[in-house]
């Protein structure tokens, strides 16, 4: 079983408080730089769901018991409930957090895109010289969301002129998780990544990674850390980027992926434990469907995804669409296949 250090466990405390907080933002949208302790004590917890009380319930007592968390600013401040919501929280110490939300009602399909294994075509931005720069690269495994998140970090990193001087620690949870996974190996900005249940990319993305980065592909993947309800069964979507040894599980209830599953009344994770069974079974799973040829493991981790789609989304995001003869054909070969395995 892995532990993580006190240092760590301090800092995974806070950024899970931030993460947790983005579930809630839309109940009322921060000020820019408007102190978290603020912008919480604005939200009415009578217009909130009995989930959505208990989130901020505990929110409210870790800001009671933790001067950082409280008096961090928020700034930045983007939100879209069906695509990119995500802030930046500055601490007192001046210590920089990006934290993305979880998926947004339109990119299910998205995340069945990044397990697929399918290359497309995606637009960056860079800057030099004060100009913004677009460069469109051919035959790259990410997704459009993934793009999304790292040229809004990129675009914010610019405009705040953060360098290898600041302090940046990026989070997020479920497909918020894989965004600051994404963004982490992609930039020499990032000091750790905190992963809450966040799902993993497909063997090709992997590759593709390592051969576009060679050595610094090694060094920003030590700098993320995996941290899941035990058993979650989201994390063990895809293959894992960062090493095995910073895996951590935690003790949870048995509503399992929500960020809350990991977290005790007062905002603190949970004891350390093992992976739980249920979350063992659905790895196994993943890693049989990672074997798939891509052009067939495409059809079943989109047809989940659209399932997905359509029972807790609206709309996809850039007009993405599963027919119902992919959704049919792609439960029928994921359905067939593992029959055949187990």
Same mark, same amino acid.
């Given at each position: ?110 995340? $069945?895109? +990044?397990? #697929? ?9 860079? /800057?030099?010289?004060?100009? !913004? *720069? ?63 249940? $966040?799902? +993993?990319? #497909? ?9 576009? /980065?060679?050595?610094?592909? !090694? *060094? ?78 495409? /059809? ?43």
């Amino acid at each position: 079983m892995n532990y993580l250090n006190v240092d760590n466990l301090k800092a995974a405390n806070i950024q899970v408080i931030y993460n947790l907080y983005l579930y809630l933002a839309h109940k009322a949208f921060p000020t820019e730089n408007e102190s978290f302790k603020s912008v919480v004590y604005r939200l009415n917890s009578s217009g909130l769901s009995d989930v959505d009380r208990q989130k901020l319930k505990i929110i409210k007592a870790a800001i009671n018991g933790n001067s950082t968390i409280s008096y961090s600013k928020i700034s930045n401040f983007t939100y879209s409930k069906r695509g990119l919501t995500a802030c930046v929280f500055t601490a007192p110490d001046g210590n920089i957090s990006v934290v993305f939300k979880g998926t947004g009602k339109g990119e299910w399909i998205d995340n $069945g895109e +990044g397990l #697929s294994g399918i290359p497309e075509e995606n637009t960056y931005i860079s /800057y030099l010289n004060g100009k !913004e *720069i677009y460069k469109t690269v051919k035959n790259d495994y990410a997704t459009d969301q993934q793009t999304e998140a790292l040229n809004w970090f990129l675009k914010t990193a610019y405009e705040n002129g953060w360098d290898e001087n600041f302090k940046i620690t990026v989070s997020g949870h479920s497909k918020g998780a894989n965004k600051a996974q994404f963004i982490t190996i992609h930039s020499d900005l990032i000091n750790h990544c905190y992963s809450f249940d $966040g799902q +993993g990319f #497909s063997p090709e993305a992997l590759a593709s990674l390592k051969n576009l /980065y060679g050595e610094k592909y !090694e *060094i920003r993947r030590k700098k993320i850390f995996s941290l899941s309800a035990d058993n979650d069964y989201v994390n063990v979507l895809g293959k894992r980027l960062m090493p095995q040894n910073q895996v951590y599980y935690f003790e949870s209830e048995p509503i399992f992926h929500p960020i809350e599953a990991m977290l005790n009344n007062v905002g603190v994770l949970n004891a350390h434990c093992t992976q739980g069974r249920l979350s063992e079974y659905v790895e196994s799973m993943s890693d049989e469907l990672m074997d798939l040829k891509p052009e067939i493991r495409r /059809y079943v981790t989109r047809a989940v995804m659209n399932i997905f789609q359509k029972y807790l989304g609206d709309k996809p995001l850039n007009g993405d669409f599963v027919s119902l003869e992919e959704t049919i054909a792609g439960i029928t070969i994921a359905v067939s296949y593992l029959l055949n395995k187990f």
